[in-house]
């Protein structure tokens, strides 16, 4: 049996018999235990405990944690990380004063994404997000939801969801697929935005209903992309075929995308950077979990999620990157947790439990992933020797992570 033991640990993170969802005042404990060893085997998280208990004998195959924190890795539970190319032209054009719906009405924005990955290989497009979930691992991630939605045509829509399945099947790292074909009209459909709903249910489900190409299905869900009436038929055919709604909700304007999210029993409604009092009470009264997207609320210099009165009246949140080329070309998770705690207020326990338990549930994988509980998969980060937990979000931009182990190997 290949077994691995960390010992000396300086302190277990995310310590867990339980693997629930957390909301409100339960996301502030991060259980620990203080100098302490784990036990892999099998590519499973099989003992831990404090040294003392430990009994083993050193066959070579343990490693010495002296000074450095073992967390469950990352579980970044909203990504677009399969696309074709940057965006940096729009992003200086930004500096200059555009707005990100200036830049989407002069046919920028998804729809350029959407124009190069038209002409892009399955794989060309493979390789490229091949590299970015090598480089989103070495940074503590191990598990991602990837989003097509720079297809917008028939071919793309499902060349892109084929990569996902490709990326699936042979990166360690667990992965869920998205199907976004509603992520903006195609120009093609502008003038009839009813015959690319149409095509989205009679044209893309079926087939990626037939291919099982997707876990879950997702609408932009906002002025001048998605209406809610439109959201709300394009999930209903979706979850006819069995995929679950995640939506991407409140980004832009307040026009009651998270009510409907919640009505439609959504997994989780994502970015909400423009909530109202009515918005709030309707998610934490309710099962589905708020993701919260704060480096692209960086990235577009918009207002942060409220993430002080979503746990204060209850709510499940999860935090993720929204990796993708136009509102946030990073899929680091150690900066998204320093943009909680800094710019939201979140406590260093309240972000790390947000990135890990509660995204995994926001990819309903939280039966075996987020935390560090016997039988759970051995997807672990390593810290370089640090001070405290603290010191991760506060030392942002600096990369605490000394190594990744996913599925009981290190990366
Ligand atoms: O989650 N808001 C919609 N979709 C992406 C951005 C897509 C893009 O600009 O390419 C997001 O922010
Ligand atoms: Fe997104």
């Known amino acids: 049996m290949a077994s691995i033991i960390l010992k000396n640990i300086k302190s277990l993170f995310g310590v867990r018999k339980d693997s629930p969802l957390l909301r409100g005042e339960q996301l502030a404990a991060l259980p620990a235990i203080d100098d302490a060893f784990l036990i892999v085997e099998d590519g499973v998280i099989a003992s831990y405990g404090p040294m003392q208990d430990l009994n083993y004998r050193d066959d070579g195959n343990s490693v010495d944690a002296t000074g450095r924190f073992v967390l469950p890795c990352w579980c970044d539970s909203h990504t677009h990380l399969v696309f074709a190319a940057s965006r940096e032209e729009e992003f200086v054009d930004k500096i200059k004063g555009l707005t990100y719906a200036d830049i989407a009405a002069r046919g920028g924005g998804i729809l350029n994404s959407a124009k190069k990955l038209a002409a892009a290989s399955e794989d060309e497009l493979f390789n490229l997000a091949w590299s970015r979930l090598q480089e989103i691992a070495a940074t503590g991630t191990g598990a991602v939801e990837i989003k097509s939605g720079y297809g917008l045509s028939v071919a793309s829509e499902l060349k892109m969801l084929r990569v996902i399945k490709k990326l699936k099947e042979k990166s360690a790292l ?73 939506i991407h909700a409140n980004q832009l304007t307040s026009t009651g995308a998270v009510e409907t999210g919640v009505r439609l029993n959504a997994v989780s409604v994502d970015h909400l950077e423009t909530m109202d009092a009515g918005a709030i009470s309707a998610l934490s009264g309710s099962a589905t979990i708020g ?13 942060y999620q409220p993430a002080r009165e979503l746990i204060t009246a209850g709510a499940a949140i999860a935090l993720a990157s929204d990796f993708n080329p136009g509102s946030s070309p990073s899929g680091n998770m150690n900066f998204v947790i320093a943009l909680a705690c800094i710019q939201m207020k979140m406590l260093p326990e309240e972000a790390i439990n947000a990135a890990t338990l509660n995204g995994a549930h926001a990819m309903e994988c939280g039966d075996r992933l987020g935390s560090i509980t016997p039988g759970k998969t051995a997807n672990l980060i390593l810290t370089r020797p640090i001070s405290s937990l603290a010191y991760l979000p506060y030392s942002f931009g600096t990369n605490q992570v000394e190594r990744t182990m996913i599925n009981g190997n290190w990366e």
Not at 219 to 229: A, D, L, P, Q, Y
Not at 291 to 303: G, K, Q
């Open 174 to 246: 667990t992965i869920k697929a998205t199907f976004l074909g509603a992520h903006a009209f195609p120009p093609e459909y502008k003038d009839n935005q009813n015959g690319y709903v149409d095509l989205i249910i009679n044209e893309m489900l079926p087939v990626i209903a037939e291919e099982q190409l997707a876990d879950y299905i997702d609408v932009f869900c906002e002025k001048g992309f998605f209406s809610n009436e439109r959201t709300e038929k394009i999930c209903l055919a979706g979850m006819a075929v069995g995929l679950k709604p995640k």
């Open 291 to 303: 993701t919260l997207l704060p480096s692209a609320a960086f990235f577009l210099r918009m207002a």
